[in-house]
């Protein structure tokens, strides 16, 4: 597709279960985030892959919490005995990344949002 | 630590208004500034962007300059049209963060025709 797509635009589930989010990023691009964004605030950041690796994972909050991106490109988030303090909409962005330098330019998906009742 | 705060909305304008939305930020060293926008049921979108200071973005009638002497990236636009209803966020990024953008909590724009 055109844009970063997200799946499932809204996931409900029970405390203590596994919930996967899946990001489909814009082809080509070799950056992908993820931020979750809680009702009334902005985007927090969880993690950042360039390629296949994580660049940068220290804005996850705790262990329950893991990502991957194993061919580099569509990312899983998996989140495991989820809390109802985890309810937010989870975003995915992708940027290009030129020469060691980022344009800073990212491109969102509509997000999923987790709602755990 | 890095932070961005927003003025308070929601903001609530008739069409042909001047818009202001206020953005200071807290970095050290010398962030890029950004404004996203995010439209009824869309993903964020990158409005406009400034990357030193006193540098102006500008995109679609908006304005943004970069004021490193008060730490300031307040948005502006001249009159505003009821297809600019949206949540606007200011970010900023730090030069030795790769991409992560620290994000403002967004400020809610309705504009009535």
């Known amino acids: 597709g055109a844009g970063v797509s997200q799946t499932p635009s809204n996931k409900v589930t029970e405390k203590g279960k596994y919930v996967e989010l899946r990001c489909d990023p814009i082809?080509?691009?070799?950056?992908l985030y993820w931020y979750r964004q809680s009702l009334g605030q902005g985007p927090e950041f969880l993690i950042y892959?360039?390629?296949?690796?994580?660049?940068?994972d220290s804005g996850l909050p705790n262990d329950r919490f893991f990502a991957v991106r194993p061919e580099g490109s569509v990312s899983t988030l998996k989140i495991q005995r989820t809390e109802r303090g985890d309810s937010a909409v989870y975003l995915c962005?992708?940027?290009?990344?030129?020469?060691?330098?980022?344009?800073?330019?990212?491109?969102f998906g509509e997000g999923s949002r987790l709602t755990v009742l | 630590g890095n932070s961005v705060t927003q003025m308070e909305g929601p903001v609530t304008l008739s069409e042909e208004a001047f818009l202001t939305i206020n953005c200071t930020y807290t970095?050290?060293?010398?962030?890029?500034l950004f404004w996203y926008v995010q439209y009824p049921g869309e993903g964020l979108q990158l409005l406009l962007k400034?990357?030193?200071?006193?540098d102006k973005g500008s995109n679609k009638g908006f304005e943004a300059t970069y004021r490193k002497e008060t730490t300031s990236f307040h948005l502006e636009k001249g009159s505003v049209q009821v297809s600019d209803s949206a949540v606007y966020f200011c970010?900023?990024?730090?030069?030795?963060?790769?991409?992560?953008?620290?994000f403002g909590e967004g400020t809610q724009l309705t504009v009535n025709p």
């Open positions: 962005a992708s940027s290009l990344k030129t020469s060691g330098v980022n344009t800073g330019e990212l491109f």
């Open positions: 082809s080509g691009h070799t950056a």
């Open positions: 892959f360039q390629g296949t690796g994580a660049a940068d």
């Open positions: 970095a050290t060293g010398y962030p890029s």
């Open positions: 400034a990357t030193k200071a006193d």
């Open positions: 970010a900023l990024r730090r030069e030795t963060s790769g991409s992560r953008l620290t």
